[in-house]
């Protein structure tokens, strides 16, 4: 549903910088062992900098810069339709990445520069993941929501 959490209100943070819920935004490898598809939701990603300011449904920034070069929390992207998923990448990467076409990423939380989040688990083979997701570059994404935007 779209209720906010008790506490969920503008300006307030959670368990990530940008106010958001970590579960339902988490890779879980159950759904990207389907392979393509198998992944029906947003995914949450964490960048190095990002701007005093949210995009909703986050309720919390997490930088003091005004910069509106850094993304705002909840800025959610998408990767390109133009962009070729590799038939050669693991099931689980072609999921993710799917996944990344359909229903995109939401700036979540600071942290490494494209850092999806996943839950863990021993089955993910972390040194593919790494691997083939590092040939994708945040060119191949689009910007698909900044509507909203509150400068904190």
Known sequence: SNTVRPGGQAGWTSADAAGLPIFPGLARYEEAAL????????????????????????????????????????????????????????????????????YGMIVADNGSNWYVSGAPDDRWDNDALVSELAQVRGSNFEVVRMDGLVAA
Not at 44 to 52: A, E, G, I, L, P
Not at 68 to 89: D, E, N
């Open 35 to 102: 392979g393509p598809g198998g992944i029906r939701h947003a995914l949450r990603f964490t960048v190095s900098r990002s701007r005093n300011a949210y995009v909703p449904p986050a309720t919390h920034a997490a930088s003091n810069s005004t910069s509106a070069s850094l993304p705002p929390m909840g800025m959610r992207v998408r990767l390109k339709a133009t962009y070729a998923i590799p038939a050669g990448f693991s099931a689980e990467t072609r999921a993710l990445l799917t996944a990344m076409k359909t």
